[in-house]
């Protein structure tokens, strides 16, 4: 099933559950919508997440007197249908996540998000907050929401399976390419992709290695899917696809336990995969290690990185204004952030935020001391029909390769419905 029909058939399930949803102004003993809620409830889409988020409920409740309650939703068409659907019921959430970019321009262009100015100056002036992230979350002059993570794309990999190759983190493409053939004559495939959700991950990887600035480019319509530079990248990743260096796209298998049985070596993902290791049972350092993608063109001034930043919102008609504020306040502090980044194992928004992991340290400082060219992640650089219509025909072209050109010809198309209303 598509990405766009996943989501027509969320809409219906959410229209009944936000019916029913516990999250909303149900007067109980949280203080209900009249103000002076001492318990709120988030929801998320990181169901996975919900052990940590519990835990920042309790300190919380400790340091402010606002406890807070996850209410984690795992297939994420149906929670961002669930979300929507509140916009137009009295079951509202407390606070809720989501994600930057254009998705979040939507709903703050249709006056469903609280802003959150004098809350971003406050924490920059306090040194809580970087005014390089700030960008990310304006819209029209103006803040929206909190940083509820920040996360840098990287390669994890299986040290033990490296080591039996014989094989170190490589610094160059040609390094990388040459490690995966080594992988492949041991039988072990070198990268895992997927067509479900991420399929845009090896699409930004290779484009942002290649052109950054062409990747810039198709995020405000200045450049088109059909382009010689991006059927260039689509012709390299169908040679990746032919040559047997990807893991199965559509496997329901979960990347964590792939990486930890050996039978793939290496997968891109965000730094916040490192929860998924940890809970796997894996040591950081000893049973997997991360490394900086190299460039595709070498001949790149800097490294460019993708990275994320996943905003924790409240609505501009929230149950209780105050109460969802004085959280988002409270989440962006060093006491919050210290137990928000360390018990899950990645990085902080707040520079104040020492993080034990080595690994996990050198990432955040080389990248905060300005070492990478930082690309926004392509789930929030696209805008959002563009996405819908992206993740739909990356996966269909990870199914047949043969058909990249259509793909982007059909990506294009909702590039140029969306580019011309603006």
């Given at each position: 099933?598509?990405?766009?029909?996943?989501?027509?058939?969320?809409?219906?399930?959410?229209?009944?559950?936000?019916?029913?949803?516990?999250?909303?102004?149900?007067?109980?003993?949280?203080?209900?919508?009249?103000?002076?809620?001492?318990?709120?409830?988030?929801?998320?889409?990181?169901?996975?997440?919900?052990?940590?988020?519990?835990?920042?409920?309790?300190?919380?409740?400790?340091?402010?007197?606002?406890?807070?309650?996850?209410?984690?939703?795992?297939?994420?068409?149906?929670?961002?249908?669930?979300?929507?659907?509140?916009?137009?019921?009295?079951?509202?959430?407390?606070?809720?996540?989501?994600?930057?970019?254009?998705?979040?321009?939507?709903?703050?262009?249709?006056?469903?998000?609280?802003?959150?100015?004098?809350?971003?100056?406050?924490?920059?002036?306090?040194?809580?907050?970087?005014?390089?992230?700030?960008?990310?979350?304006?819209?029209?002059?103006?803040?929206?929401?909190?940083?509820?993570?920040?996360?840098?794309?990287?390669?994890?990999?299986?040290?033990?399976?490296?080591?039996?190759?014989?094989?170190?983190?490589?610094?160059?493409?040609?390094?990388?390419?040459?490690?995966?053939?080594?992988?492949?004559?041991?039988?072990?495939?070198?990268?895992?992709?997927?067509?479900?959700?991420?399929?845009?991950?090896?699409?930004?990887?290779?484009?942002?290695?290649?052109?950054?600035?062409?990747?810039?480019?198709?995020?405000?319509?200045?450049?088109?899917?059909?382009?010689?530079?991006?059927?260039?990248?689509?012709?390299?990743?169908?040679?990746?696809?032919?040559?047997?260096?990807?893991?199965?796209?559509?496997?329901?298998?979960?990347?964590?336990?792939?990486?930890?049985?050996?039978?793939?070596?290496?997968?891109?993902?965000?730094?916040?995969?490192?929860?998924?290791?940890?809970?796997?049972?894996?040591?950081?350092?000893?049973?997997?290690?991360?490394?900086?993608?190299?460039?595709?063109?070498?001949?790149?001034?800097?490294?460019?990185?993708?990275?994320?930043?996943?905003?924790?919102?409240?609505?501009?008609?929230?149950?209780?204004?105050?109460?969802?504020?004085d959280y988002m306040k409270w989440w962006v502090r060093q006491p919050a952030q210290e137990k928000w980044a360390n018990s899950r194992g990645d990085v902080s928004a707040n520079p104040k935020v020492?993080?034990?992991?080595?690994?996990?340290?050198?990432?955040?400082?080389?990248?905060?001391?300005?070492?990478?060219?930082?690309?926004?992640?392509?789930f929030e650089a696209a805008p959002a029909p563009v996405l819908t219509a992206a993740l739909d025909a990356f996966g269909a072209f990870m199914v047949k390769p043969d058909s990249y050109m259509k793909q982007l010809e059909n990506i294009q198309k909702a590039a140029d419905e969306y580019w011309k209303g603006r």
């Amino acid at each position: 099933m598509s990405v766009r029909a996943r989501v027509l058939t969320a809409l219906v399930a959410a229209a009944s559950l936000a019916l029913t949803a516990c999250g909303g102004d149900s007067g109980d003993d949280n203080g209900g919508g009249g103000g002076g809620k001492t318990e709120l409830k988030l929801y998320n889409d990181k169901g996975a997440w919900s052990p940590f988020f519990e835990e920042l409920g309790k300190l919380s409740k400790q340091q402010i007197g606002i406890g807070m309650t996850p209410v984690g939703y795992t297939d994420e068409p149906t929670y961002s249908a669930f979300i929507k659907a509140s916009f137009r019921t009295n079951e509202k959430p407390d606070l809720f996540t989501w994600s930057t970019g254009g998705r979040l321009q939507e709903i703050v262009e249709a006056g469903q998000v609280a802003e959150t100015t004098d809350l971003w100056k406050e924490a920059i002036a306090a040194g809580d907050l970087s005014k390089e992230l700030e960008e990310t979350y304006t819209y029209g002059g103006k803040q929206y929401c909190v940083p509820l993570n920040i996360s840098y794309w990287v390669m994890f990999y299986n040290k033990k399976v490296y080591d039996e190759a014989g094989l170190k983190p490589p610094t160059t493409w040609a390094e990388l390419m040459s490690n995966a053939d080594k992988l492949k004559a041991k039988g072990v495939t070198p990268f895992y992709q997927t067509s479900v959700l991420f399929s845009f991950v090896w699409f930004q990887q290779l484009l942002i290695g290649t052109n950054p600035d062409l990747y810039n480019k198709l995020a405000t319509g200045e450049a088109k899917y059909t382009d010689p530079g991006v059927v260039a990248v689509m012709e390299r990743w169908k040679q990746m696809i032919d040559g047997g260096y990807f893991s199965d796209a559509g496997s329901k298998e979960d990347p964590a336990v792939q990486l930890k049985s050996g039978k793939t070596a290496m997968g891109i993902f965000g730094t916040w995969f490192n929860t998924s290791m940890t809970q796997q049972g894996l040591k950081p350092g000893t049973d997997y290690g991360m490394f900086t993608i190299p460039n595709v063109d070498p001949a790149q001034s800097k490294v460019t990185m993708a990275f994320e930043s996943g905003p924790l919102c409240s609505l501009a008609k929230a149950p209780d204004t105050k109460a969802s504020d004085d959280y988002m306040k409270w989440w962006v502090r060093q006491p919050a952030q210290e137990k928000w980044a360390n018990s899950r194992g990645d990085v902080s928004a707040n520079p104040k935020v020492s993080i034990p992991d080595p690994g996990l340290s050198a990432i955040a400082k080389s990248a905060g001391a300005g070492e990478y060219t930082l690309a926004n992640r392509y789930f929030e650089a696209a805008p959002a029909p563009v996405l819908t219509a992206a993740l739909d025909a990356f996966g269909a072209f990870m199914v047949k390769p043969d058909s990249y050109m259509k793909q982007l010809e059909n990506i294009q198309k909702a590039a140029d419905e969306y580019w011309k209303g603006r």
